[in-house]
């Protein structure tokens, strides 16, 4: 019997709970702060167990749980993931998070890899299949001799287009907080062999329009720093590395005019609760005038009243005559109301979109190499953002604990022992990256699709 400890259950969690269920000699025990989520979870299997759990708190508890588990699965905020990860390296037990690798997990590689444990992260969507479709291509491009030129890669969770229905074209399943906050994030990344920075106040302001086979256009601006990839993803022969975010037609101008107008501030400010969002828009553009505010806002914002911007921030409601919510800081009050607004209604379906191009060059010709991933959610079952994320690392705790994945210390899914089997376990549950090659000569120009 394989002992797999689940910490979290939150959004992600039911697709990759699901998954270790239906395996057979499994026992799961999700642990959870709302243990009602891990009863939902688990349901009546019998293979299963809950059990209240709140990191915060019960510390001292974690150690016990992580030493009756063979693996432990963390979907817990990622400011925890080392306190567990510390305490299977303690047990020698194997951990699968689907965060970032921070410098103080990369610390623990040795001291892993001396108790024979792997460290598994970054291995949902993005990061996850992000990186595996990616080096999936990459290696085999070197393997045929050639060089990766350009590298491009855009992701987005989105409204289905059915769904599809507000002026910024986005909804919420989750608090909204980390998106507006992402919005704080200066960008960097290499264009044409010249590196270009581009600071947060900037950030949405150089969104360009992509286009996406069977889905149609989409704005995409610069994620964070796209350079260390130029060496995770070794290719260190880029002239173009860009990671980019996918967002319905709409999104960047709206989020460039909040980051403009200070909405994106993390200042405390206790005199904000109690005040209507009309009074707060009308300090933020230095005017007192509340009656006029409409024709004031567009005029301090450069735009025509009539813009579609002016009528998304009316839309969302910055200018109603209501009070704000109870936070202290104007990202807080933003972060609430949409999710009051953009929240999605029942029955409505989410989709997950992940695009790479790639430009490999070889001595007789180039190949413009496309790898695209499209999947939508289940109307009243799982979230395609929920499948995405939570089923591969579902996988790589079964391959690790089944001994096909035998690697220790800390790792992320970019080596062919993990990606291969990850990636084709995930076309048969319908979780599908589609190449498409175009191959270009200098006397002729022949297209294939595999």
């Known amino acids: 019997m394989k002992h797999v400890l689940v910490l979290g259950a939150g959004l992600v969690a039911r697709p990759l709970v699901r998954y270790l269920l239906d395996q057979p000699d499994y026992h799961v025990t999700v642990a959870s702060r709302t243990v009602s989520k891990a009863e939902a979870l688990v349901g009546d299997h019998p293979q299963g167990k809950a059990i209240p759990f709140d990191v915060t708190k019960d510390g001292a508890a974690l150690g016990d749980l992580v030493a009756q588990a063979d693996l432990a699965v963390s979907l817990l905020p990622y400011i925890y993931h080392v306190q567990v990860a510390e305490q299977c390296v303690r047990h020698g037990c194997h951990l699968v998070t689907t965060s970032y690798v921070k410098d103080e997990m990369r610390a623990l590689d040795g001291a892993a890899r001396e108790a024979g444990v792997i460290l598994l992260n970054e291995i949902g969507l993005d990061p996850g299949i992000d990186h595996m479709s990616a080096m999936r291509v990459i290696h085999r491009v070197h393997a045929s001799g050639g060089e990766v030129k350009s590298f491009r890669s855009y992701c987005g969770g989105l409204p289905a287009p059915d769904a599809n229905d507000n002026p910024l074209g986005y909804k919420f399943s989750w608090s909204p907080r980390g998106v507006v906050l992402a919005g704080r994030n200066d960008a960097r990344y290499k264009e044409n062999g010249r590196i270009v920075e581009i600071p947060n106040a900037r950030l949405f302001a150089t969104h360009f329009v992509t286009w996406v086979e069977g889905l149609g256009d989409f704005e995409a601006y610069p994620n964070r720093d796209s350079l260390p990839y130029i060496d995770l993803y070794g290719i260190p022969e880029t002239d173009t590395m860009y990671r980019g975010t996918l967002r319905n037609l709409g999104w960047c101008d709206v989020m460039q005019k909040l980051n403009q107008l200070g909405y994106f501030s993390l200042d405390e400010r206790p005199d904000l609760p109690g005040r209507t969002f009309r009074q707060v828009m009308a300090e933020l553009i230095g005017s007192e005038d509340t009656v006029n505010l409409e024709a004031n806002l567009a005029a301090f914002l450069n735009l025509s009243p009539n813009s ?143």
């Open 308 to 450: 579609g911007v002016m009528m998304a921030l009316e839309w969302l409601g910055l200018l109603d005559d209501v009070l704000v919510s109870n936070k202290t800081t104007l990202l807080d009050i933003l972060a609430d109301q949409m999710l009051l607004r953009m929240g999605y209604r029942d029955g409505e379906r989410d989709l997950v979109v992940l695009v790479h191009e790639f430009v490999a060059a070889y001595p007789d010709h180039r190949e413009h190499i496309t790898s695209t991933l499209i999947d939508y959610g289940e109307p009243g079952g799982d979230t395609a953002m929920a499948r995405t994320v939570g089923l591969p690392a579902a996988i790589g705790a079964r391959l690790i604990l089944e001994g096909k994945i035998n690697l220790t210390g800390v790792h992320i899914p970019v080596l062919p022992e993990i990606y291969e089997p990850v990636l084709e376990e995930l076309e048969q549950l319908g979780i599908v990256c589609v190449e498409r090659t175009d191959v270009r000569r200098e006397t002729s120009n022949v297209k294939s699709e595999t």
